[in-house]
């Protein structure tokens, strides 16, 4: 009988074990956290798309198809301010590259300009917004996230973010 207690006790230890090894290995690799000298940026796993549609400001639709030879990748970022006092950034084509560490890169595109006016209505409307775009101004403590659009070569593996609005700052992305 004393054995049996035994062995149940040992049961519910490994079980609570094994469910917190779980929950922790599972979480570890959504998204990355890399600092710089005035920011912190966090980045998600890119995703890939042969179009992108979104909502602009007046209501109507926009869709965004890549150039010839190209996909379109999508990345969730979330720039924190958390040590200095203001921090005014501008968010356009030049503000990130995407790529590989072996050298292929390219840029973020401007999400108003290589869209066009669409009526269809696909199922993943709006599913990359808010769209990172233009001026924001980042007071310390605060942050602001959204989603990046880059039109590259489809040989290119997006796997790498080289941040350059304000900060200088390189941030592998999670798989």
Request: proline fraction near 4%.
């Amino acid at each position: 009988m004393k054995e049996n207690k035994i062995n149940k006790i040992k049961i519910a230890f490994i079980s609570i074990l094994l469910f917190l090894l779980i929950g922790c290995w599972g979480d570890s690799s959504s998204s990355n956290i890399t600092k710089g000298r005035t920011i912190a940026l966090e980045t998600f796993a890119p995703v890939v798309r042969d179009r992108i549609t979104f909502t602009d400001t007046e209501g109507n639709i926009r869709l965004i198809k890549p150039k010839q030879d190209n996909k379109l990748v999508a990345v969730k970022v979330r720039i924190i301010n958390d040590s200095v006092t203001y921090v005014p950034l501008f968010i356009d084509t030049e503000a990130a590259e995407l790529g590989d560490r072996g050298g292929a890169r390219g840029w973020n595109i401007d999400p108003y300009k290589n869209s066009v006016s669409s009526s269809s209505k696909e199922a993943e409307l709006d599913k990359f917004t808010p769209l990172l775009s233009g001026h924001i101004e980042l007071n310390k403590g605060f942050e602001v996230s959204g989603w990046m659009i880059f039109d590259i070569q489809r040989s290119i593996q997006p796997l790498t973010i080289w941040w350059r609005e304000s900060d200088d700052i390189t941030s592998d992305l999670p798989k």
